[in-house]
């Protein structure tokens, strides 16, 4: 047993005469910070008629520096309060002199967010609060908000919240039409094909988008749930408690047919009759997509949030909160409270009465049961408790086979020939390589194991222009993963391509991705605003874990040649590998395949990719052309390697892709 309780009482004595009782923070009032204590409580009134007090507490004078430390927490509460959807009643910054590293947390019966940070360090981001927010978010707060404040800010709340729920009604009901409609066209292709199917960029941008919208919408139902219980429950204020109780009343419904509907039509899909076929555990892809963490992104590649790992899972908590659910019983149960509305709150108060029978029967309709979520959460976790630890083995036995020669012998490719492939080059080409020797080619499908990215020089992929005209390098996207870029590679040579490696999606020099044993260079035939975008696509990635499970259904972790698909697809199409088939030879064109039950595309397919489109190069659906040239290859022979270019180089690539 820790004797850390038993010492305790013994040390702090000697803690107080040694002079190291913590300090006490008292209430800071200074003229300085008035004003934006003032404007946060405006904030709050104005635009949510809500009340909120913010306090400053310090430990003596915090100088000047403290001061503009508790201004810029200040602002960024602010900002984190228009974009939370949960409520926080009051604020308090401790200027503690003690803490070396900030943090918050919210007292989740009262709604009271408190920031703890270093008088002398710096201001916790609004995204840091918002986190903190979130994981200390209680529904069941005891919290009486409304006690000692103003009757017309009540009632002003009252007033926003009636509209606003019949705002969030319908808003939810838009969203989730539209991820209804994804769901069915994923179900319809997947019944076409006869396996499961991979989401295109497009389509997981939009379900992420719409799941984000969603959620949060939802969330904030929920919010006005906790909001107005207490006053619903119980607690009496003439002509405020009925419209309170009907809010109430309709959230609960608006949340329980709202959850169902999408917990439905993001889990849902699955017979239980297919418990003993091979793809089981095969889950609606949407439910793989979103159930991941990932960036959401606007349409110029700028990062907005990210979506947590898990967030699937903790709706399906959410759905077998019994305390949550017993209560939605209880008021239902309940007898409404006599009284009629305010002139103010009647017109609200109608509105929801007139659409609660259509919810109440979307909720009979639409409604996930208890069961059927557990029995979702209780797959997910069985599968996951079988596969996280699996990952981690697979992760560490690939670093280990990826890192480990059989042989010593030096690259074939020689700096002459990577010198001529370098001036060949043009940015956005694509590259295979092949290294003898290494393990990890006898796990992998194919003769040809890794893909990587072209750029070149940055002087000439950032000066590419995108379709709006700007050039590459003032795209923010670009703007970001510039620093990494110019940074020394490995090796020391300046760096020249983007890569997925085991240790994530990096920029490499051309040396280290190319001087090999064999080397392939393929370019898509497309326009410079074309080839802008895709190497734009592909910097978004910069900085992603490597993908160990090989599974491109999400893009949390990326693979090598996942790097290329999610930069090339919408150009290229490489979903034509499943949707199509050859007459001669019998298998299906090449693209993106299902290996192990895992939606992915080998390297040595997008070889065979290539040559396709050397022999077909007309359009035929749905095969879009020959968009894809080879541009050389390097072939060893011996202890050196042979540049083929011309004919030549596609005779040896369909010789390579069977070897």
């Known amino acids: 047993m ?113 920031v703890e940070v270093s008088p002398s360090g710096a201001p916790l981001s609004a995204d840091a609060l918002l986190e903190a927010w979130a994981e200390g978010y209680d529904w069941e707060r005891e919290g009486r908000w409304f006690e000692g404040a103003q009757a017309r800010l009540i009632e002003g709340a009252l007033v926003r919240d009636l509209g606003k729920l019949a705002e969030l009604e319908q808003e939810l009901g838009r969203e989730l039409r539209s991820l209804e409609l994804l769901a069915g066209s994923l179900r319809a292709r997947a019944a076409r094909q006869g396996e499961a199917v991979l989401l295109t960029p497009s389509e997981s941008r939009q379900a992420r988008h719409t799941w984000f919208r969603a959620t949060f919408a939802l969330y904030r139902v929920l919010n006005t749930l906790a909001r107005w219980r207490p006053l619903a429950e119980g607690t009496q204020l003439p002509g405020l408690t009925p419209p309170a109780h009907e809010l109430v009343l309709h959230a609960r419904w608006t949340f329980t047919a709202h959850l169902g509907w999408l917990l439905e039509t993001v889990v849902g899909g699955r017979s239980l009759g297919r418990l003993w076929r091979r793809d089981f555990w095969h889950r609606n892809p949407l439910y793989v997509l979103l159930d991941s963490e990932a960036p959401l992104l606007l349409p110029d590649g700028e990062r907005i949030a ?57 909720a009979e309709e639409r409604g996930l049961s208890g069961f059927r979520a557990w029995k979702e959460l209780w797959d997910a976790r069985l599968k996951n408790s079988a596969s996280f630890p699996l990952y981690h083995a697979i992760a560490g036995v690939s670093r280990f086979l990826g890192h480990t020669r059989v042989t010593g012998r030096p690259p074939a490719i020689q700096d002459a020939q990577l010198a001529r492939v370098a001036s060949l080059l043009r940015p956005g080409d694509v590259l295979l390589a092949r290294e003898d020797g290494f393990l990890s080619n006898a796990f992998l499908p194919g003769f040809w194991p890794h893909a990587i990215l072209y ?80 190497i734009r696509r592909a910097l978004a990635l910069q ?77 035929q659906p749905p095969y879009p052309g020959r968009l894809l040239e080879l541009i050389c290859l390097l072939d060893r022979e011996g202890d050196q390697a042979v540049l083929h270019e011309g004919p030549a180089a596609l005779v040896t690539l369909r010789e390579s892709v069977e070897r």
């Open 2 to 114: 820790s004797r850390a309780p038993l010492l305790a009482p013994l040390l702090a004595p000697l803690c107080l005469l040694a002079g190291c009782a913590a300090p006490t923070l008292t209430p800071l009032l200074h003229p300085e910070l008035e004003p934006v204590q003032r404007r946060a409580v405006r904030m709050a009134e104005e635009g949510w008629s809500l009340p909120l007090r913010v306090e400053v507490l310090a430990a003596g004078d915090p100088g000047p520096g403290g001061l503009e430390l508790a201004r810029a927490q200040i602002e960024a509460f602010e900002e984190a309060y228009r974009r939370s959807p949960f409520d926080a009643f009051a604020l308090e910054v401790r200027l503690d002199p003690e803490r070396e590293r900030g943090r918050a947390r919210l007292d989740a019966h009262t709604s009271r967010l408190v």
């Open 306 to 362: 990210t979506i947590p790992k898990g967030s699937v899972g903790a709706l399906l908590e959410l759905r077998l909160d019994d305390d949550l659910f017993d209560w939605f019983e209880e008021l239902d149960e309940r007898p409404a409270p006599s009284g009629s509305p305010s002139a103010k709150l009647a017109p609200g108060v109608a509105l929801l009465r007139t659409r609660l029978p259509a919810l109440r029967e979307l």
């Open 455 to 534: 750029l070149g020089p940055e002087g000439e992929w950032t000066q590419l222009r995108l379709a709006d005209g700007t050039p590459l390098g003032e795209d923010p996207v670009v703007q970001r993963a510039l620093p990494a870029f110019r940074a020394k590679t490995e090796d020391g040579h300046p760096a020249r391509v983007i890569e997925a490696v085991s240790a994530g999606v990096v920029f490499s020099s051309l040396e280290h991705a190319l001087q090999k044993d064999y080397a392939l260079a393929l370019r898509p035939l497309l326009s410079e605003a074309q080839r802008a975008a895709a």
């Open 543 to 619: 900085g992603l874990p490597y993908d160990f499970d090989f599974d491109f259904a999400s893009d949390d972790k990326v693979v090598c040649t996942e790097l290329v698909y999610r930069a090339y697809n919408g150009d290229l199409q490489f979903r034509c590998g499943i949707d199509a088939a050859e007459k001669s030879p019998q298998r299906a064109i090449p693209g993106v395949i299902e290996v192990l039950g895992r939606q992915t595309m080998p390297a040595n397919d997008l070889a065979r990719y290539a040559i396709y489109m050397q022999d077909h190069p007309q359009p």
